[in-house]
């Protein structure tokens, strides 16, 4: 049992680093079609959604299947998904501006989505930096309610992408679907403890 949990938590790793390889392997070989910035950008922002998604994905899979072991597959897609978007905002940084702060700054200004990707990056880097054990312990209760502060995230992110696109929205749709249904199944688990503390609760004699 222990081989096959440690082989399974092998795969996800080389898994999550597939997109990153082939994604290097297209800068390499020059295969990012005829606007290379903007499929970059495209493809790390589409895969640190899908990375935030599996992530959020996690908690239902979990309640479902009753397997506490996926509380550590969280946190890797979770990080995954920082290490996605942090290549995003870099990609903006380095390669569409070159750390030019004066035009990055009047950038931010102008477009109203970069402050959606803003909230959602900065949301993702405090639940990166507040994942190892040590900042668990020290965060206490306060760290379950930060790491509430992934949904914020996600949809901040969706503004960031549905908000900067001019044509087919199919993708910042689909990805508004998921989080509705993830949510949804939140609402319903926590309707579900409200409801079984409220029939637990100690009668009143008259």
Same mark, same amino acid.
């Given at each position: 049992?222990?081989?096959l949990?440690?082989?399974?938590?092998?795969?996800?790793?080389? !898994?999550?680093?597939?997109?990153?390889l082939w994604?290097i392997?297209?800068?390499?070989?020059?295969?990012?079609?005829?606007?290379?910035i903007?499929?970059?950008?495209?493809?790390? !922002?589409?895969w640190s959604?899908?990375f935030?998604?599996?992530?959020?994905a996690?908690?239902?899979?979990?309640?479902?299947?009753?397997w506490?072991?996926?509380?550590?597959?969280?946190?890797?897609?979770?990080?995954?998904?920082?290490?996605?978007?942090?290549?995003?905002?870099l !990609?903006?940084l380095?390669?569409d501006h070159y750390?030019?702060?004066?035009?990055?700054?009047?950038?931010?200004?102008?477009?109203?989505?970069?402050w959606?990707?803003?909230?959602?990056?900065?949301?993702?880097?405090?639940?990166?930096?507040?994942s190892?054990?040590?900042?668990k312990?020290?965060? !206490?209760?306060?760290?379950?309610?930060?790491?509430r502060f992934i949904?914020?995230?996600a949809?901040?992110?969706?503004?960031?992408?549905f908000?900067?696109?001019k044509?087919?929205?199919?993708?910042?749709?689909?990805y508004l679907?998921?989080?509705f249904i993830?949510?949804?199944?939140?609402?319903?688990?926590?309707?579900?403890?409200?409801?079984?503390?409220q029939?637990?609760?100690?009668?009143?004699?008259?």
């Open positions: 049992m222990t081989y949990i440690n082989r399974l938590w092998t795969l996800s790793i080389v !898994g999550c680093l597939i997109p990153f994604l392997f297209d800068i390499t070989f020059d295969n990012l079609g005829s606007n290379p903007q499929e970059l950008h495209i493809r790390l !922002g589409d959604l899908r935030l998604w599996i992530t959020l996690i908690t239902p899979i979990q309640t479902i299947t009753k506490r072991g996926m509380t550590d597959y969280r946190q890797l897609f979770g990080l995954c998904a920082f290490f996605y978007a942090t290549l995003h905002v !990609g903006y380095l390669v750390f030019q702060w004066r035009i990055i700054g009047i950038d931010i200004l102008e477009s109203s989505y970069i959606f990707g803003i909230i959602a990056y900065f949301i993702t880097l405090l639940l990166a930096l507040s190892p054990k040590w900042a312990k020290r965060l !206490g209760k306060t760290w379950k309610k930060l790491h949904y914020i995230a949809c901040a992110a969706i503004m960031h992408y908000w900067q696109l044509g087919n929205l199919a993708d910042p749709l689909f679907l998921v989080i993830l949510l949804g199944f939140r609402g319903l688990v926590w309707l579900k403890d409200r409801q079984l503390a029939l637990m609760l100690p009668k009143s004699r008259k």
